[in-house]
Each structure stands twice: as C-alpha cells, then as structure tokens.
C-alpha cells in the first residue's frame, strides 16, 4: 500500500505518524513492525514518531534519541524503540553493540536515518518526509497490505 500526505505544521506530522499506526493495528494487529524513516535533517522524523507513539505508546514522551542512538517507549501492550542512526559510525558494529537484534525481536521499530543500516529486515514499512517549505512537508508511507 502507498499513501501520500501533505502536511503543513508540527502537527499535521504528528498526525500523519498517528494514521499510519492507526492503520498499522488495524491491518497487521499481530506483528511486529520496522518502519524506516528517510528525511533530511530537520524535515519531522521526531514529530512523525510522537503522532506514531501516540497510538501505540500512549503517554511515551517522545524527544530525538540523537546521543542515545535508541529511546524505549513501554507504554503500550507492545514496546516501541525509537532510533536514530545519524552518529552512529559502521553501522553493523554500533548495533550489534546496543543489542539491535533484540530490539527488532522484542517490539515495534522506528529507525530515523535508516539509510545508514546495513541491512533491513524483511517487510520494512519505508516512511519518505521531503521538506517542501518551512513547515510544509509530503509523506511517503509504504507497505505491504495483510
């Protein structure tokens, strides 16, 4: 399935990352879920990821994991671990240091700067952010459909 929206502020990401979620639980409720998220810097990754862990971790404080590489969020029935690869060097080693595997094996996955993996686990739900003006964006969200 693709979907694309067009958003123009903080919020409207927010709730583009609430839809997705949204539709997530609905079509695949019993799966876990590696969403990769590809943007320029300061294009909405962190906001896109609060609307998203507003539906599956409700209550989570969602901040940019930019120096811890990961944030937990436990809030939900299923745990979200939020992402960001953008310091961190040789990939494959880095995460194999933080228990990446375990990670991907024990909850949902949202990975901001995903290019920077080595490899991707199979049926990736790939989230596109382009900045289009100062607070306008267009989303790119694909998956596959159940």
Known sequence: MMKYLETHSPEETEAAGA????????????ELWFICLESDLGAGKTAFVRGFASVVSPGSRVKSPTYTIVHEYREGTVPLFHFDLYRLEESEDGLEEIGFDDYVAGGHCIVEWSEYLAERPEDVITVTIRKTGACDRQIEMEWEQC
């Open 19 to 30: 839809y997705l979620a949204e539709r997530l639980m609905q079509q695949r409720p019993n």
